[in-house]
């Protein structure tokens, strides 16, 4: 599904009914979605109808596993219809919620695409996890449901806007806005607009912002912005200090991974005494920055 608000709404459905919610790379061919389908063992298949061939091909491929194939925002073949399916369902809250869970599937890989599942369960004190940078994250993010607002630049299947730009804001009590597609220009119009406190980028979004130029970007008014967080690729010393020379030390960088592992986080303050650096190690603040 692209970035729409049902996906919020069927991945929090998910989140509240004790099911586990697999988001599936809409660039992704019929064939390796028919894959996912097949390999998570989904029971519901849920699809944009701007998908409509590669979920036409993963219905055919899995009719018989699949309990129910719903279509948003228009008619796919094979598809009931989503809106009409929630027509007749009761509005009150759950009595009984029980946490879901995600297992997200990961791109960069040789093969097939590989599903990275986590039971629910907490880790042991010290342990270093992945969890370590979301909860760093979110202390340094400090939401603030009555005045924040943050926004969604890349694909809501993907793992970092995924967690970062819709579930913990929205965990928070804080909106977010939807980009259909990445463009620097349209991303500037939304933050001035919107008041855009928060987002998250990667270091290509940092180099087409930059390539805009100064008389451009003094055009916006991006002073709304506190938190941007950055990762997923390396980001040039250069570009980096660029951005901070133009927003203000209002970047923090993550280094991690969906399969787990990583955990290093920085804010600008830090980076600015080791341009370069990701942060320190996720043992603990006494290991020396990398």
């Given at each position: 599904m692209t970035n729409r608000p049902e996906f919020v709404e069927i991945y929090f459905a998910?989140?509240?009914?004790?099911?586990?919610?697999?988001?599936?790379?809409?660039?992704?061919?019929?064939?390796?979605?028919?894959?996912?389908?097949?390999n998570c063992e989904a029971k519901v298949f849920i699809a944009d109808v701007r998908c409509r061939e590669a979920a036409a091909d993963a219905l055919?491929?899995?009719?018989?596993?699949?309990?129910?194939?719903?279509?948003?925002?228009?008619?796919?073949?094979?598809?009931g219809d989503y809106e009409v399916s929630?027509?007749?369902?009761?509005?009150?809250?759950?009595?009984?919620?029980?946490?879901?869970?995600?297992?997200?599937?990961?791109?960069?890989?040789?093969?097939?695409?590989?599903?990275?599942?986590?039971?629910?369960?907490?880790a042991p004190p010290g342990a270093p996890n992945r969890a370590d940078t979301v909860t760093r994250a979110g202390l340094a993010a400090a939401w603030n449901p009555e005045s924040d607002r943050t926004l969604c630049t890349g694909p809501a299947y993907h793992a970092a806007?995924?967690?970062?730009?819709?579930?913990?804001?929205?965990?928070?009590?804080?909106?977010?806005?939807?980009?259909?597609?990445?463009?620097?220009?349209?991303?500037?119009?939304?933050?001035?607009?919107?008041?855009?406190?928060?987002?998250?980028?990667?270091?290509?979004?940092?180099?087409?912002?930059l390539a805009l130029g100064e008389t451009t970007l003094s055009r916006y008014d991006a002073s709304?912005?506190?938190?941007?967080?950055?990762?997923?690729?390396?980001?040039?010393?250069?570009?980096?200090?660029?951005m901070i020379d133009w927003l203000g030390p209002v970047l923090f960088e993550y280094y991690a991974a969906t399969e787990g592992g990583g955990g290093f986080f920085v804010d600008s303050n830090e980076w600015l005494t080791k341009p370069g650096t990701v942060g320190r190690s996720p043992e603990g603040a006494d290991r020396k920055s990398t």
């Open positions: 998910c989140l509240r009914t004790g099911l586990r919610v697999t988001p599936i790379n809409w660039h992704l061919t019929g064939d390796n979605a028919a894959y996912i389908v097949g055919a491929e899995h009719r018989d596993q699949l309990a129910l194939a719903l279509s948003v925002g228009g008619h796919i073949e094979g598809f929630l027509a007749p369902m009761s509005e009150e809250n759950l009595s009984d919620p029980t946490l879901g869970t995600q297992m997200l599937y990961t791109s960069g890989t040789t093969g097939r695409p590989k599903g990275v599942y986590r039971p629910l369960s907490v806007p995924l967690a970062f730009n819709i579930v913990a804001p929205l965990n928070n009590g804080v909106g977010t806005v939807m980009m259909d597609k990445w463009d620097a220009l349209r991303t500037l119009e939304l933050i001035e607009s919107h008041q855009i406190t928060h987002t998250h980028m990667v270091a290509t979004m940092f180099h087409r912002l709304s912005l506190r938190f941007l967080l950055h990762g997923a690729a390396p980001c040039p010393v250069h570009i980096k200090q660029s």
